[in-house]
C-alpha cells in the first residue's frame, strides 16, 4: 500500500533563512513524487516533481526537491524564505507502474516571519 | 490557458438533504479526478476517471456518492443523503492523458467547493 507521512504540523522560519518541509513515503515500486502548495482560499498548486533522473528537482517559486530513495524521503527546501511562501504544502506520491492512485500526506503548515 | 472550473463554491445543507457539484477540466484533459479534502488532512481521492470511463472508485461511498462524466469532459459529483460527516471541501483536479512515459502527471487542481451540512 502507498502512504505518505509528513511529521511536522508546521514549520516556522525567519525571513532570508533557508527552508525545509519534509516528507516520508511508502510504496511498492519506484515512486512518482510531488510536492503542491495551497494558499488561503485557493486549490493546490503544483509546485514540482520527481519522475526519474536528477535526484535534486527545480520548481516554482524557487523551490527545490531532493529525492533520497535509500531514505524513502523527498524533502522540499528552498535557500531563502520569503513571507509569500506562508501556506500549506502537501507531498504525494504515485506508483509508476499499475495503479494511478496519488496519495496525499496530511500537509504542512510553513509560516515565515518577517 | 483556462483553469479547471467548480461550482458552486460554496454549500450548506441540511443533512439528509441531496447536494451536487459541477467541474470543468482544463480543455484536453483526459483525466479528472474528485477529491475530499476534510480539515486539517490532505486530499483523499474519491474517484478518478479516464475520458468517460472509471479508473479508480474503491474510496467512493456508493451508497450515497455517485458521479459521473457522461461525455468525456465535464462531470457531477452527487451527494444523496448528505450526512454531518461529509462537510469538507471537495476538489476536482485534471491532468492529460495518463500513459507511462507520458511527461504530463501532475494534477491541476479547481478552487473547491465547500460543503458544510448542518
Known amino acids: 500500500a502507498q502512504s505518505v507521512a509528513q511529521p511536522e504540523d508546521q514549520v516556522n522560519v525567519a525571513e532570508g533563512n533557508p527552508l525545509t518541509v519534509k516528507c516520508t513515503y511508502s510504496v511498492s515500486g519506484n515512486p512518482y513524487l510531488f510536492w503542491y502548495v495551497q494558499y488561503p482560499n485557493r486549490g493546490l498548486q503544483f509546485l514540482l516533481k520527481?519522475?526519474?533522473?536528477?535526484?535534486l528537482v527545480k520548481g516554482s517559486y524557487g523551490f527545490e526537491a531532493e529525492f533520497n530513495k535509500s531514505q524513502t524521503s523527498f524533502h522540499l527546501k528552498k535557500p531563502s524564505a520569503l513571507v509569500s511562501d506562508s501556506a500549506l504544502y502537501f507531498c504525494a506520491v504515485r506508483r509508476n507502474t499499475g495503479g494511478f492512485k496519488t496519495i496525499f500526506g496530511a500537509g504542512t503548515r510553513l509560516f515565515v516571519k518577517a | 490557458e483556462a483553469g479547471v472550473a467548480q461550482s458552486p463554491r460554496y454549500k450548506i445543507i441540511e443533512k439528509r438533504q441531496s447536494v451536487a457539484f459541477w467541474c470543468n477540466p482544463i480543455s484536453g484533459h483526459a483525466t479528472l479526478y474528485w477529491y475530499q479534502q476534510i480539515l486539517g488532512q490532505g486530499p483523499k481521492l474519491l474517484i478518478q476517471f479516464q475520458n468517460n470511463g472509471v479508473v479508480d472508485d474503491s474510496q467512493l461511498p456508493k451508497d450515497r456518492f455517485s458521479a459521473e462524466r457522461l461525455k468525456g469532459v465535464d462531470s457531477t459529483l452527487k451527494i444523496q443523503p448528505a450526512k454531518l460527516e461529509d462537510s469538507a471541501v471537495y476538489l476536482c483536479?485534471?491532468?492529460?492523458?495518463?500513459?507511462?512515459?507520458?511527461?504530463?502527471?501532475?494534477?491541476?487542481f479547481g478552487p473547491g467547493t465547500r460543503l458544510t451540512v448542518t
Open positions: 520527481y519522475i526519474t533522473g536528477d535526484n
Open positions: 483536479a485534471s491532468s492529460s492523458f495518463l500513459v507511462e512515459g507520458s511527461s504530463s502527471y501532475e494534477q491541476y
